[in-house]
């Protein structure tokens, strides 16, 4: 099943898309990836979805990547005695540790960190930043704030910190259980939440063990800052523009993406932009003229990957959305000013020999009739670098390891096939040739380009590259030597 764009769609399950016939409807309608939010379901049902869509993945015969997305630590207030307050603009609150309920003067906050990190002058944000409290004084057990813009405080509501750095680890007690039980489960990219700095990757990274690639969530302004130190670290990124929306300025949301994607593709690693892409289809059918805009804009940004949050998870329409979402894609990249955009951004720099091959199959597939580059990649790093030259041409990774063909799911022109183990290069070219004229990429008159490394099955080794015809005897040879 032929994907007739390049960016790839992430579609987060839920309860509104919890069986196998809507799971495989929603595969069919464009989903590539399938994010299992951590933040809602037990364990017994994410591990039903997990089976779901590893039995879609038979009964397809196409690689499926799982994205889990851990929770992180939620902050928030306790319980009100009314079980709500109104905050009058002006008014003094307190924030405290005092377990007892709270009061239109007070609530606690239990969160022993946060008071160790405030200064006066910082902003808490409540509510979704529907409440602004400025610290006036503050000690460790206590914040007392004025409030800046007013309104209505319940019971549990969250609370941001976009001022300071919080000494919060960005694994709770809750995530370290999750990470170990979908990582024993088979889940190809975990997202972590909260991070703040590299030292939280790393922490993950070490959890992980290897067992899945790992994915930072940019929802911060403290990760904003300490970017490149955490795309280094990471295997991929996540522009999480809910919290980052509530914690900056709206207006500071827009070029901090387009930075962020762009760091990304310099770096080939994958990226996803999240977060109400298609809010409205929660309850409509069709999406505003504005999210179909803001969808393409990520997509002209030259992103990997968009993502679907409730819209596919507990909406009314979850088939829609994806196929909004698929065909906002097509008809984007079908687009003469985006290969204008992706020629224009594309990063120069060829520091590597395996850099120098792939671009020289990009090259070469624009200047001649090339129908597809296929690339043999033993940890998939070959066919990120071939994604990240954004080429006029579909993309086919080769790889006879399953975790790697389900990973590269999320790259952005990755047609991804599992192979047998290739001993020569000659074998290399016949299951290459074999792969484009099963997957409907090319015919026997056309030609592909083959890249791989000698000696085969190392990573890292990327070094020699052929165009080789599409014929029909190399289709059927039984013996490529």
Request: hydrophobic fraction near 45%.
């Amino acid at each position: 099943m032929r994907r007739m764009r390049n960016v790839k769609i992430v579609a987060t399950l839920g309860p509104a898309s919890d069986s196998y016939e809507m799971i495989r409807a929603l595969f069919e309608a464009g989903a590539d990836v399938f994010r299992l939010n951590m933040s809602h379901g037990s364990h017994e049902e994410i591990a039903v979805r997990h089976r779901i869509i590893r039995k879609i993945e038979a009964d397809v015969g196409r690689p499926i990547a799982i994205l889990a997305d851990l929770q992180g630590p939620k902050l928030r207030v306790g319980k009100f005695a009314n079980g709500s307050e109104e905050l009058k603009l002006g008014a003094r609150f307190r924030l405290d540790l005092d377990k007892t309920p709270g009061d239109a003067t007070r609530v606690c906050l239990p969160h022993k960190e946060i008071f160790d990190a405030l200064r006066p002058g910082a902003s808490l944000l409540v509510n979704d930043g529907k409440i602004r409290l400025k610290v006036e004084d503050c000690g460790r057990d206590f914040a007392d704030c004025s409030v800046v813009v007013p309104g209505t405080i319940s019971n549990n509501k969250g609370v941001n910190v976009p001022d300071v750095v919080l000494p919060l680890a960005a694994l709770s007690e809750k995530d370290r259980k999750d990470l170990d039980f979908v990582c024993e489960l088979g889940v190809d990219w975990l997202a972590l939440s909260f991070v703040q700095r590299p030292e939280d990757m790393r922490e993950a990274r070490a959890l992980v063990k290897g067992r899945a690639a790992v994915l930072a969530k940019i929802e911060k302004p403290a990760a904003v800052d300490a970017f490149a130190e955490i795309l280094k670290v990471s295997d991929g990124i996540m522009v999480a523009r809910g919290d980052l929306g509530v914690e900056l300025p709206v207006q500071n949301v827009p070029p901090i993406q387009k930075r962020l994607i762009r760091a990304c593709r310099a770096a080939a690693k994958p990226v996803i932009v999240a977060t109400q892409m298609l809010e409205s289809m929660i309850e409509s059918p069709v999406p505003t003229r504005a999210e179909v805009s803001d969808v393409a804009a990520a997509i002209y940004e030259g992103s990997d990957a968009v993502m679907l949050s409730a819209e596919s998870a507990a909406g009314a329409y979850p088939i829609e959305a994806v196929t909004t979402m698929n065909n906002v894609a097509i008809e984007v990249e079908s687009d003469p000013t985006y290969r204008e955009i992706m020629d224009a951004t594309r990063a120069g720099s060829k520091k590597t020999v395996a850099d120098a091959i792939v671009s020289a199959a990009r090259e070469i597939a624009e200047t001649t009739e090339i129908k597809a580059i296929c690339c043999f990649s033993e940890s998939g790093t070959t066919a990120l670098l071939t994604s990240r030259e954004r080429p006029y041409v579909p993309i086919i990774a080769l790889t006879p390891h399953p975790a790697t063909a389900r990973r590269l799911c999320l790259t952005w022109g990755m047609y991804c096939v599992e192979t047998p183990e290739i001993e020569r290069f000659k074998s290399a070219v016949v299951s290459a040739v074999r792969a484009a004229r099963d997957g409907g990429f090319a015919t026997a008159e056309d030609q592909i380009v083959v890249t791989a490394g000698i000696p085969f099955n190392r990573p890292g080794t990327t070094n020699i590259l052929r165009v080789a015809p599409c014929e029909e005897r190399l289709i059927f040879a039984s013996d490529p030597e």
